[in-house]
C-alpha cells in the first residue's frame, strides 16, 4: 500500500493545521474604502498566521516522504 494508516492520519492532521492557518490570517479589513484600517498589520496575521501554516506543510511533507510502518505487515 502507498501510504499506511498513520501517514493518512498526518496528512489530515497537517491539512487542519493549514486551515487554522488561513483562518488565523483572515480579517483585518474595512468597511469603508476611505478608512484605512491598520488591523491587516497585526502579529497574528504577519507572524503567527505563515508558521502556523509552514508547519502544516510541513506535517503534510512528512506524511508523504515518511517511511511508516504499518502493523499489519
Known sequence: MATTAKGIKLMIAG???MVA???LLSGG???DPNFFNEAMFDWRRLIA???VII???VI???AIMGN????SE
Open 15 to 17: 491539512l487542519l493545521v
Open 29 to 31: 479589513g474595512s468597511d
Open 49 to 51: 498566521a505563515p508558521i
Open 60 to 62: 503534510e511533507i512528512i
Open 21 to 23: 492557518g488561513f483562518l
Open 68 to 71: 511508516f510502518k504499518d502493523k
Open 55 to 57: 508547519s502544516g506543510i
